[in-house]
């Protein structure tokens, strides 16, 4: 879980980082990693067995812009 959240972390700050890149502003922006805490397909197939197009599609980074 540890190792999970640090990931997610450093995920969400290179998406932080391209979008200061592109002009944003830093105080409009704000990350967050969850790890494993918010999945939005299921990491495995209900007869237990490992689901990797799920857990690709729980890598993610979710941008929200905080004001226009």
């Not at 998406?15 to 790890?35: C, F």
């Amino acid at each position: 879980d540890d190792y999970n959240l640090k990931l997610t972390q450093k995920r969400a700050n290179q998406g932080k980082n391209y979008i200061i890149n592109k002009g944003i502003s830093l105080d409009r922006i704000e990350v967050a990693g969850y790890g494993e805490q918010r999945p939005i397909a299921p990491n495995m197939f209900p007869d237990g067995k490992d689901n990797p197009k799920g857990r690709a599609k729980n890598r993610r980074a979710e941008i929200q812009i905080l004001r226009t």
